[in-house]
């Protein structure tokens, strides 16, 4: 079943996060501690840093389960896309891609439209094509 989208914000910034992208990398956590706090709720609190900060470390968040952005009218957008789109095999673990990422079916059903991704390589994630973190149940090795 689906989780629904969590949205947290302040007058200057919003956070979104999609629980059925995160695979627990926890970029967010470590880089920003006083606002990613898994432990409490709410475990996010926007209020508790510097926005540009939070939209860096949102930025790091390598599934795209997070997202940043602007409420305060400033121009551009919180987290610029790349430059170039990259992809990154993680060992024993997910592909992630950064870029303008399109994912089409095969029918051409556009699935998702974002600038991270986590892909699995293991076959065994219930969200395919995305990675839920089933490589770490079934320890999954890359040849």
């Known amino acids: 079943m689906a989780k629904r989208l969590q949205t947290y914000r302040t007058s200057e910034i919003e956070v979104t996060f999609d629980p059925n992208r995160c695979t627990h990398y926890a970029a967010c956590i470590r880089g920003l501690p006083e ?76 699935l998702l439209h974002d600038e991270r991704v986590a892909l699995c390589r293991c076959g065994k994630s219930a969200r395919q094509p995305f990675c839920d973190g089933s490589h770490k149940a079934v320890g999954f090795v890359a040849g």
């Open 35 to 110: 606002v990613f706090d898994s432990r409490v709720i709410p475990w996010v609190r926007p209020e508790a840093a510097d926005p540009s900060r939070i939209a860096e470390v949102v930025s790091r968040c390598p599934t795209g389960a997070l997202h940043a952005r602007w409420l305060d009218g400033r121009v551009g957008p919180a987290e610029p896309a790349p430059a170039t789109a990259t992809v990154t095999a993680s060992r024993n673990g997910p592909l992630y891609v950064r870029g303008d990422v399109r994912l089409e079916l095969e029918d051409g059903t556009l």
